[in-house]
């Protein structure tokens, strides 16, 4: 259930600059038909119509930006959803919509989506669009979560044996019970994030994150866990398609 103390309060930032190559393909793996729509429109869609929102900013490939512009600020954008909400979502679009180019590198897009930010949002939420299904439910859990207790991710438990491996020969097994599968929403306060990036330009890491929290872990701030779903999950290769298309 929404929290109306929360309403637009939250920003979002959908990075799909990737160019999906495990995928393969003539085009982005975001801009593939999943039932029909682009992959990104379905979590794009479930971010617009939440009220907690004020905002949501999409980065993508330089190359495919007049692409996305044309596909959601034309004429013929159709909704993915059927409910009564529908007739409102291209609204939400022209109202709630920005598009920009991502970056070299996702947490570049990210970076490049943050700094965007227009409205008076105080935190903002980064989800990959290869992860179309995220839930309602889980977006407002990662809210409560920022608000009361601070940065936080989604993720699964590991369900099994965890080696690690050099050469193709084992040389130890973790511990599952304290693994976790990171999946997104990630989420940060806004004025935090865009400080750990000024940070990075004086100082430029040593490591390529590949995610909001691995940044956020490296400043030494704490990151707590929003449990997360297989439904979650992100769309990877041409396998993880079909069973998506199930899903759609």
């Known amino acids: ?50 009220d907690e929102i004020a905002e949501v900013v999409m980065a993508v490939p330089i190359d495919w930006k007049m692409h996305f512009e044309e596909e959601l600020f034309g004429t013929d954008f159709a909704p993915a959803t059927t409910d009564n909400a529908a007739t409102n ?10 598009i920009v180019v991502g970056g070299a590198e996702r947490w570049q897009s990210v970076q490049n ?13 980064v989800h990959d669009v290869a992860r ?19 940065s936080c991710l ?26 976790w599968l ?22 430029p890491l040593d490591f390529t994150p590949t995610d909001e929290a691995s940044i956020l872990e490296f400043f030494g701030e704490s990151v707590y866990i929003v449990k997360g779903e297989s439904r979650n999950d992100k769309l990877t290769t041409p396998e993880d398609f079909e069973i998506f298309s199930k899903r759609a």
């Open 132 to 150: 179309p299904f995220v839930s309602e439910e889980i977006i407002r859990e990662v809210c409560e979560t920022l608000v009361n207790k601070g």
């Open 113 to 125: 989506g943050v700094n965007a930010l227009e409205s008076s949002a105080e935190y903002v939420l």
């Open 1 to 50: 259930m929404a929290n109306d103390s929360f309403k637009g309060k939250f920003a979002a930032v959908l990075p799909a600059g990737g160019l999906g190559k495990r995928m393969g393909g003539n085009i982005p793996k975001q801009l593939m038909k999943l039932g029909g729509k682009p992959v990104y429109q379905y979590c794009l869609e479930t971010f617009l119509k939440m």
């Open 154 to 179: 989604v993720a699964k438990p590991a369900v099994d044996t965890i080696k690690i491996a050099a050469d193709g020969k084992v040389e130890s097994t973790i511990d599952r019970s304290k693994v």
């Open 89 to 98: 979502l291209a609204s939400l679009v022209k109202s709630k919509l920005k």
């Open 182 to 203: 990171a999946q997104t929403p990630q989420a940060a306060r806004i004025d935090l994030l865009k400080s750990l990036y000024a940070r990075i330009e004086a100082e």
